[in-house]
């Protein structure tokens, strides 16, 4: 997957990654309106690497290491860092909860 592919951005935003996302933020519950599909994890959400790579332990641990964040952003470039959105981390998740 690349930052390229054409976004859904018609697809809601599953109550776990928002739940995550808040948590690897360390924001109020409120935060979490801010969380929509075609919200940018630098310039919207002003996620800051300790964030991202929060956020990247937290989906490796909820949805094993498959969505984690670390390797889609190791082959991105400035733009397309600046660029990432919540509708591309959706994409990296399986499309069902794992099994507990």
Do not use: I, K
């Amino acid at each position: 997957m690349t930052v390229s592919e054409p976004r859904d951005s018609a697809a809601p935003v599953r109550p776990e990654l928002t739940a995550l996302l808040v948590q690897a933020a360390g924001a109020p519950p409120e935060w979490a309106a801010l969380v929509t599909p075609d919200a940018r994890l630098d310039a919207d959400l002003m996620l800051d690497e300790y964030e991202l790579t929060a956020l990247d332990a937290l989906l490796c641990g909820h949805f094993g290491a498959p969505a984690g964040l670390a390797a889609l952003r190791a082959g991105l470039d400035l733009a397309e860092l600046e660029a990432l959105t919540v509708a591309d981390v959706q994409r990296l998740l399986p499309a069902e909860e794992p099994a507990r």
